[in-house]
């Protein structure tokens, strides 16, 4: 069975893709190991592999700004990737990348246990919740899935080259707000 510590070191010396060689960090994941929802991004960006940690570049501050509109603690989730490492210039993953690296996510959703699990992102959500997965039509919906509650909200990064879906991003995390406040 894995712990946190041996599943972290396990990440961070991981060669089983071609992104170990141009990583500075891995991005593991950040947050409360006993929170109850986990946000799933898709890949590190500059920032996150310069500092190991996700969402923390000009997404993440949007990121953050949405988790504080509906009063969620950015302390009390679990954020990660499917990525640990990032690919070159922000291209898209891989899906050979995605395979090499799905487990380790799908080892710190057994660690974790989350109730909820918010997709940040149509890559995402098509690698957690259906590969047709239609971000613009699905984002804000739930669905059932291995006994977790899955939803798929736009990722950040889109936000800021679209802010006018803010508001539907507004209402998704107010929704996701209410789903959390239910379940829990
Ligand atoms: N975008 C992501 O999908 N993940 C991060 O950690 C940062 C930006």
């Not at 949007?62 to 988790?67: A, K, R, V």
């Not at 804000?140 to 990064?157: C, D, Q, R, S």
Request: charged share 30%; net charge positive; with cysteine.
């Amino acid at each position: 069975m894995d712990t946190w510590e041996s599943l972290l070191a396990e990440c961070c010396a991981c060669t089983a893709c071609e992104l170990h060689k141009t990583r500075t960090n891995c991005v593991f994941g950040t947050g409360s190991t006993s929170a109850k929802i986990l946000f799933v991004g898709e890949a590190p960006g500059d920032n996150e592999d310069k500092t190991g940690t996700p969402f923390v570049g000009r997404a993440g501050k949007l990121l953050d700004q949405f988790l504080f509109a509906v009063d969620i603690k950015r302390e009390d989730v679990y954020i990660a990737n499917i990525l640990k490492c990032r690919p070159p210039q922000n291209r898209d993953p891989l899906p050979v990348e995605e395979d090499a690296c799905i487990d380790f996510l799908r080892r710190q959703v057994r660690l974790l246990r989350p109730k909820v699990i918010v997709c940040l992102g149509r890559i995402s959500a098509q690698r957690l919740i259906k590969p047709d997965f239609k971000i613009t039509k699905e984002h804000g919906i739930w669905f059932e899935k291995n006994g977790f509650l899955i939803t798929a909200v736009y990722h950040p990064a889109l936000l800021l080259r679209d802010p006018r879906r803010k508001e539907e991003m507004l209402e998704d995390m107010k929704k996701i707000k209410e789903k959390i406040d239910t379940v829990l």
